[in-house]
Structures are given as C-alpha cells and as structure tokens.
T-cell receptor, first 112, second 113 residues
Framework: AQKVTQAQTEISVVEKEDVTLDCVYE???????LFWYKQPPSGELVFLIR??????QNEISGRYSWNFQKSTSSFNFTITASQVVDSAVYFC?????????FGAGTTVTVRA | GAGVSQSPSNKVTEKGKDVELRCDPI?????LYWYRQSLGQGLEFLIY????????KSGLPSDRFSAERTGGSVSTLTIQRTQQEDSAVYLC???????????FGPGTRLTVL
C-alpha cells in the first residue's frame, strides 16, 4: 500500500517569507514517482513537479525548490519569498504506475 | 494548446436521479483518469482508461458508478440513483501515456440534494 502524509494542515505567512511544506511517503516499490500539485481557489489542480525515485537531485524552479531524500522518504517543497498569488492548497502525491495517491494537502495563506 | 475540459462545471441534482459527467482530455493523450475530491475523503482515484479500455475500476465506490471512453478521447462518468454522499468534485486528468504526468481539468462540482 502507498501512503502520503502531509502533516501540516495550514500554514500562514506574511509576504516575502519563505515557507516549507513537508511530505513523507510510504511505498514498497523501488520505482515510483513523486509529484507536487497546486490547487488555487479556482479549484483546478496545477502540476508543479514530477520526480522519479532514482533521481535524488534537488530542483529549483524560480522561487520554488524541492528536496527529495530517500533516506527519510521525504519530498519537501519550499517557496522562497512568498507572494499572495502563492495562496493555495498544495498536494504531494505518489505513484508507481497509473494511480496517484495524494496527501491530505496543506493550505498556504500568504498575507500582504 | 487546450487543456483538459470538463462539463458541466456545476451540477445540482435530486437524490435518486442519474447524472452524466463529461471529460475531454488533452488531444493525443492516450490515458485518462477520474478522481473524486470530497471533504471527508480527500482526493480518491476512481478509474482509468488506456485507450478505450478500463483496466482498473477498483476505485469506483459502488455499482451505481460506471464510466466509458469512446474513440480514445471523450469519457463519461455516470452515477445512477445518486445519493447525498456522492456530492463531491469529480476531477478528470489525462496523460500522454500511462505513468506519465497527469494533467487535470477544472472539475465538476456535483451536489445531490
């Protein structure tokens, strides 16, 4: 069975602060994929990143960065210098084939 | 290019009625997925299609739920004899091939009165 845990239910920050979202996963598979999706108030799930289990390199995309550590089964996401437009629910997800298993999501509120 | 589209965006129905939800995947995507998002259950996988075939229907909550895909494109999720617990947002996604990144549509919000 696969499981994704996002322990933080809600995070509130002031604009320009950094925010880190935690994601811990469980799987028995050696090949798997990890994802982050953003769900803004409009409701649509927006793809942010996909990482396979054999690639532990950290990734940076603009103000977003991701830290993948197999040793701790974690795939954490950091938003640097947050902006009001970053306010959304963020989901971490795990897949070994076709089925995405999602965490419960973390609601991020960025206050001006 | 166009993303995944779903219709209707909102559907209000009475308990016991049947409803049909439609999904148009990204052009050229061979795999299509249905998920349900509800307050109590989070995001749940329902079913996926590879072409017109549905190899895994294990996520469908009951035999009142069915789905089909025709022409390797449009998919319809049908809920018969709707119940209040069916109220949720139904999300459709597609990917180029199975195991590839899934791109989601805007969802259909279903409310069963």
């Amino acid at each position: 069975a696969q499981k994704v845990t996002q322990a933080q239910t809600e995070i509130s920050v002031v604009e320009k602060e950094d925010v880190t979202l935690d994601c811990v996963y469980e799987t028995r598979d050696t090949t798997y994929y990890l994802f982050w999706y953003k769900q803004p108030p409009s409701g649509e799930l927006v793809f942010l990143i996909r990482r396979n289990s054999f690639d532990e390199q950290n990734e940076i995309s603009g103000r977003y960065s991701w830290n993948f550590q197999k040793s701790t089964s974690s795939f954490n996401f950091t938003i640097t210098a947050s902006q009001v437009v970053d306010s959304a629910v963020y989901f971490c997800a795990l897949s070994n084939d076709y089925k995405l298993s999602f965490g419960a999501g973390t609601t991020v509120t960025v206050r001006a | 290019g166009a993303g995944v589209s779903q219709s209707p965006s909102n559907k209000v129905t009475e308990k016991g009625k049947d409803v049909e939800l439609r999904c148009d995947p990204i052009s050229g995507h061979t795999a299509l997925y249905w998920y349900r998002q509800s307050l109590g259950q989070g995001l749940e996988f329902l079913i996926y299609f590879q072409g017109n075939s549905a190899p895994d229907k294990s996520g469908l909550p009951s035999d009142r739920f069915s789905a089909e895909r025709t022409g390797g494109s449009v998919s319809t999720l049908t809920i018969q004899r709707t119940q209040q617990e069916d109220s949720a947002v139904y999300l459709c996604a597609s990917s180029l091939v199975v195991t590839d990144t899934q791109y989601f549509g805007p969802g259909t919000r279903l409310t069963v009165l």
